[in-house]
């Protein structure tokens, strides 16, 4: 199978939270698409995160996108400086102590997906973080809000199952339900 062939870009909004482009494709098959459009997003790592009594770490936070509170794994996006990528680890390991106040000194990669590629062109990083202490105060932006939980494994999949979350949540929770 092969690419599509981009015959024209077109940047409709790009400012430092999102790029839409409207691209004009030729497909593979010879078929032209004028009006094709992708949303450049970045990339975000997941922490779950494993507490050294063996409860995992979560955050409840509103979400305006869908106007609710929303259960998550501790995430942020892999930040970009001076056109420098941050690497996903270090996203996972500052997203963790900026949101939850906890550190790990011990750190395993589990996987990462493409959040919707037909449209979006970001990657969700997932990592282990066991033996999870508090260590510093929340350091939480201008935007957020949240308030910091904690579950046992059975707690974390009842709660799963009953409240408001995103995709990576469970995904995440089940990644790393077999190590835990």
Not at 50 to 65: A, I, Q, R, S
Not at 94 to 123: C, I, M, N, V
């Amino acid at each position: 199978m092969t690419s599509w062939k981009i015959l024209q870009q077109k940047y409709l909004e790009k400012n430092n939270w999102v790029a839409l482009r409207k691209d004009s494709c030729e497909t593979s098959t010879g078929k032209k698409i004028d009006d094709y459009y992708v949303l450049e997003m970045q990339d975000v790592s997941c922490v779950v995160a494993m507490t050294k009594d063996n409860k995992m770490l979560f955050v409840k936070e509103y979400k305006h996108g869908v106007q609710k509170e929303i259960l998550q794994l501790p995430c942020g996006y892999v930040d970009v400086h001076n056109g420098k990528r941050e690497e996903p680890l270090a996203a996972a390991k500052r997203e963790l102590q900026e949101e939850t106040g906890h550190t790990s000194e011990k750190w395993s990669f589990l996987d990462s997906f493409a959040g919707s590629p037909g449209r979006l062109t970001h990657y969700y990083y997932f990592f282990l973080a066991e033996d999870c202490e508090k260590t510093h105060e929340q350091d939480l932006d201008d935007l957020e809000t949240l308030k910091v939980l904690e579950y046992t494994k059975e707690q974390a999949e009842n709660e799963l199952k009953k409240q408001n979350t995103d995709l990576m949540t469970p995904l995440g929770f089940f990644m790393a339900k077999e190590k835990w």
